[in-house]
């Protein structure tokens, strides 16, 4: 068993709390990913699972086993970098034995290891060619290599793509992912891109000035997240927020005052006070063509033009801009104005202190 057990985790330097006391449980076999903004301590929490960071207070287990303060040689876990640090006088297959090698293993396990990793990650062809002969993509590969012949119980990963180009990351999303399907590892990887946390997680941790602010599935925190800093964190575009007033609550449905016009929307037995509240509406969920339980307008500022879909930026009648997220042959320019199709069901609500009150629920 792999699992990785956080409790009450803190990190501080002198004054300066990085980490704020992190509970978290990452099961055997799962790919866990941190996301955040850059500082929020996504990096330095995965440093400290890898020993690489002390620990200030807490505990943390591995296979059941308390490493709080086991040296990094001895969790039995691997690290890739976001630099690949390979080095450049020793060819790929030397560069993926090395750690072995240092260690004391026989040269036929060395040899027999090598072999296994290269063959995962396409590397055969390459494995007598030095560094500077890889492109980025075969350099980040080979890293990845020298952490899998270790045969650790964690994989560790601190923005390994960031370096590459927007295909190569693309295509190394997809080489993760399917590595993580063939080994069947516990698998934590940091990363600032959303879209990388969406692709390739079963479960997030998004972190926000060194605490969580939740952990789910991609699907949960896109769909129910807890809070304004997580629902404007996931997505891409980002969910839109309107400031909007609560004008009645009767038989559980609450009329709200939007930027030109009103809407109903059913929220149930949740505690809903009259006046103001941040209303979230994602843009795939705005209709471009006026469809929907209530209608408001806006004037296009910005359209991008992607072909699959088009991407229109719209000022409402209070100056808020809000993405609409249209299909692809809609044809609107700026200065045009477009009736917005509000749908009523994948409205999210959110309080004064930012949390979710109502969160959108299109199967009901």
Avoid: W
């Avoid at 296994?116 to 494995?127: F, T, V």
């Amino acid at each position: 068993m792999a699992d990785v057990n956080l409790r009450g985790v803190k990190k501080q330097f002198g004054a300066l709390s990085v980490i704020k006391g992190v509970d978290l449980d990452v099961k055997d076999g799962e790919f866990c990913v941190f996301v955040g903004p850059s500082g929020c301590g996504k990096s330095t929490l995965l440093r400290m699972i890898a020993g690489l960071e002390e620990i200030t207070s807490g505990a943390l287990s591995i296979g059941g086993k308390d490493m709080t303060s086991v040296g990094p040689s001895e969790r039995g876990v691997a690290m890739v970098f976001q630099s690949y640090a390979l080095y450049p006088h020793m060819t790929v297959a030397e560069n993926i034995g090395f750690g072995l090698k240092m260690t004391g293993h026989d040269k036929a396990l060395i040899a027999e290891r090598t072999a296994m990793a290269a063959r995962m990650l396409q590397l055969e062809p390459l494995l007598q060619r030095k560094p500077g002969q890889l492109s980025g993509g075969q350099r980040q590969r080979v890293a990845i290599g020298r952490a899998i012949v270790r045969n650790p119980e964690v994989f560790l990963f601190d923005e390994p793509l960031s370096n590459l180009d927007a295909a190569l990351r693309v295509q190394m999303r997809s080489e993760l992912s399917k590595l993580h399907q063939d080994l069947k590892a516990t698998m934590i990887y940091v990363t600032h891109d959303q879209v990388e946390a969406m692709t390739m997680a079963d479960k997030i941790v998004v972190l926000s000035a060194g605490r969580i602010e939740q952990v789910g599935s991609p699907l949960e925190l896109y769909h129910r997240p807890n809070n304004l800093f997580v629902a404007g964190f996931i997505g891409s575009p980002k969910m839109n927020f309107l400031k909007v007033e609560i004008e009645t609550v009767e038989n559980g449905l609450a009329n709200i005052r939007l930027p030109g016009g009103t809407v109903a929307i059913n929220v149930g037995t949740a505690a809903i006070r009259l006046g103001q509240m941040t209303l979230g509406l994602r843009p795939e969920h705005i209709n471009a063509g006026g469809q929907g339980d209530a209608t408001i307008a806006g004037t296009v500022k910005l359209a991008e033009y992607l072909g699959s879909e088009t991407l229109f930026f719209v000022a409402l009648a209070d100056g808020t801009e809000i993405a609409v997220k249209a299909d692809g042959l809609a044809s609107a320019k700026p200065g045009d104005t477009l009736q917005l199709g509000i749908n009523a069901k994948a409205c999210h609500l959110f309080d004064a202190e930012g949390n979710a009150v109502i969160n959108g629920d299109l199967t009901r």
